[in-house]
């Protein structure tokens, strides 16, 4: 008779200043390890200090991290306030748990409670999880962003409008003179 091993807890943990000597070094290790952009140390600081509160980790019983998102919030160009989905990132045994899913939900939440009109985010666009992902939770695609990343992969810029005088106005903004979405594929 063979057991499996139980499951392992899952707890989620927003991120905090003091816990950065814990967790900064596997945050980058785990983003690194995932996405395409090679970020420097002040980049996940930019983030982490001033944004940390919209950061959130998810962490196993032993407090290892299984999986991070790195978010910020701010005026948009003078008009709406938009979140942002800076970086997203789930140990690769730990995919399919739903953990990448609660991650992004918490930052929306804790973006909605600040009162965000609009989130947004890029992804490549051989990235079909995580496109799927964000598509689940109602993001849209608004652009198709060309060679975009460093390594010369295009992007898909995903908007979640959260209020709808956003949705209006982002969706004029990202539209081109015939009304279409600009930079996506013609069907």
């Not at 407090?63 to 160009?77: A, D, F, I, T, Y």
């Not at 995903?158 to 949705?167: G, H, S, T």
Request: hydrophobic content about 35%; proline content about 4%.
């Amino acid at each position: 008779m063979s057991t499996s091993p139980a499951p392992q807890e899952i707890n989620y943990v927003q991120y905090h200043s003091s816990k950065e000597s814990t967790y900064l070094t596997a945050i980058r290790q785990l983003i690194s390890k995932d996405l395409s952009e090679p970020y420097s140390i002040y980049v996940y600081r930019y983030f982490l200090y001033q944004w940390g509160d919209l950061c959130f980790m998810a962490l196993d019983d032993q407090e290892n991290l299984l999986g991070v998102v790195v978010s910020k919030l701010e005026p948009h160009r003078g008009g709406p306030l938009r979140g942002y989905i800076a970086m997203l990132a789930v140990r690769e045994e730990h995919r399919g748990k739903g953990i990448a899913t609660k991650l992004v939900r918490m930052a929306i939440d804790a973006m909605i409670e600040r009162d965000a009109d609009e989130i947004a985010l890029e992804t490549e666009v051989t990235n079909a999880p995580a496109m799927k992902l964000y598509e689940r939770l109602g993001f849209l695609r608004s652009k198709c962003l060309h060679r975009y990343y460093l390594n010369g992969n295009t992007a898909f810029r995903f908007v979640l409008y959260i209020k709808e005088d956003a949705a209006t106005a982002g969706m004029y903004g990202d539209m081109n003179e015939d009304g279409d979405p600009q930079g996506l594929p013609s069907t």
